[in-house]
């Protein structure tokens, strides 16, 4: 049996934008997704019969990556992630396949979270129709606070770069990560609308807005810009102005169509107690996340609202090997 886990994400700037080689700037939280792995006499996935063709990431793991021919697998997912809710479940999910598999192939090795990032973000352009940038994965792999970018950003770390052939062209990003300072008193509270919503539709439905209307491409850049200067303020643990700059992310975000009534509701209702709030993700439902130094209250917000909430700490770990338990 081999056991991994990987967290989810959340943006804090630049959703999106991303995809046409703007900046992003994610944080790993502290749920995830773990993957258990055994070999057996017949294929499941949660003790049903594993259909390849409705598990794209899964299965773009196994045979196009590990071109696996070895016995049959029974594959076992706990999430604590909602998911299509832009939490980068999908990229956690692919990231613990990656890694549990590579547990089962090969125990002695250890864990390359590079690898493990690439493996990831090849699984989630496939099931994106060819558009995906490597934000969720390479955040859920790495854990922190990760940039995507076109070049490294001043006072940053590069971790690795990555290239993918999209149907708009070619783009390649920069993968850095970011030391931010200790922050105590000041937490994410993510809070579900209820309503999924898959990201490659919600990338698909940007694509043909800008399209339709090249004027659009305008607020990509200025999120790209909110996002260098959040970055900047997120850095130097400037936290209010980290708030107002996803306060402005936010205003971008619906010019280009990617809020919805349900995420609008959540943000007005924990307007008063947040430092800024913004949708994270790829919209249209999904998640909204305020920064808050009230996480209690914001949550209570959240619920009468009709949302759910989850609380997280800034950037926990990152994608690990789970041990056997006894
Ligand atoms: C989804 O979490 C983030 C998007 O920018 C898509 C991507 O980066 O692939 C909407």
Redesign the pocket.
């Known amino acids: 049996m081999a056991r991994a886990f990987a967290p989810g994400?959340c943006?804090l700037f630049?959703?999106?934008?991303?995809?046409y080689g703007q900046p992003?700037v994610?944080v790993s939280i502290e749920a995830g997704v773990e993957v258990s792995i055994s070999e057996s006499n017949r294929w499941s996935l949660e003790g049903m019969p594993f259909e390849a063709s409705k598990h794209p990431h899964i299965s773009h793991i196994l045979n196009d990556i590990f071109q696996y021919s070895g016995p049959p697998l029974e594959i076992d997912i706990k999430s604590s992630l909602y998911s299509a809710a832009?939490?980068?479940s999908s990229?956690a999910l692919s990231n613990a396949m990656g890694a549990a598999l590579q547990e089962l192939v090969d125990p002695e090795s250890t864990l390359d979270l590079i690898s493990l990032a690439r493996m990831g973000h090849s699984a989630?352009a496939n099931a994106?129709k060819g558009?995906?940038?490597?934000?969720?994965t390479a955040t859920s792999a790495l854990g922190g606070c990760v940039v995507?970018s076109g070049s490294s950003p001043a006072g940053t770390k590069h971790i690795f770069d990555a290239t993918l052939e999209t149907p708009e062209g070619s783009r390649n990003w920069s993968i850095s990560k970011v030391e931010i300072p200790e922050i105590e008193d000041v937490w994410l509270v993510l809070g579900f609308t209820g309503i999924g919503s898959p990201?490659g539709d919600?990338?698909a439905g940007?694509s043909e807005l800008l399209k339709s209307d090249p004027l659009k491409m305008k607020e990509i850049e200025a999120i790209g810009e909110i996002t260098y200067s959040g970055l900047r303020e997120l850095s130097s643990g400037n936290m209010e102005e980290v708030g107002r700059a996803m306060n402005e992310c936010q205003e971008r975000l619906r010019k280009i169509g990617?809020s919805s009534p349900e995420l609008e509701n959540l943000i007005s209702a924990t307007e008063s107690h947040s430092l800024g709030a913004k949708l994270?993700?790829?919209?249209g439902g999904g998640c909204m996340v305020s920064l808050t130094r009230n996480p209690q209250r914001v949550a209570e917000c959240i619920e009468i609202a009709g949302g759910r909430p989850l609380v997280s700490k800034f950037g926990s770990g990152g994608a690990r090997i789970v041990a056997e338990e006894n």
């Open positions: 994400k943006i630049g959703e999106h934008a991303v995809v992003a994610a832009g939490l980068g990229a989630e994106q558009r995906a940038s490597p934000t969720d995507v990201t919600m990338v940007v990617v994270t993700g790829a919209g």
